[in-house]
């Protein structure tokens, strides 16, 4: 009974940037962690970031020093802000919210990024 809504996909140029948002609702009895997955055309489901109840970000290698992941920790929504995007970062993102390290609560339904000129 989670729910995910995310927002904030479209489309942009080389070089430019965009924030995801994913707002998480229904019944998270516990949280430990949310974070961020995306699929381009043709390609697997790839990890992108997460951050925990506490604030502890990761990230993928791809990713590290372009995103940033934060999280508004009285509305259980978290952020993804994505700068110096670039082509490669074109996928359908997903955002994901565990309630512990083996628990999945659910996923979004996914918000389309692409970087084109």
């Known amino acids: 009974q989670v729910q995910l809504v995310e927002s904030g996909g479209g489309l942009v140029q080389p070089g430019g940037s965009l924030r995801l948002s994913c707002a998480a609702s229904?019944?998270?009895?516990?949280?430990?962690?949310m974070g961020w997955y995306r699929q381009g055309p043709g390609k697997q489901r790839d990890y992108v970031a997460s951050i925990t109840s506490g604030g502890s970000t990761n990230y993928a290698d791809p990713v590290k020093g372009r995103f940033t992941i934060s999280r508004d920790n009285v509305e259980n929504t978290v952020y993804l802000q994505m700068n110096s995007l670039k082509p490669e970062d074109t996928a359908v993102y997903y955002c994901?919210?565990?309630?512990?390290?083996?628990?999945?609560?659910?996923w979004g339904q996914g918000t389309q990024v692409t970087v084109s000129s």
């Open positions: 994901y919210i565990r309630g512990s390290p083996t628990e999945l609560l659910g």
């Open positions: 229904g019944s998270i009895f516990r949280f430990y962690a």
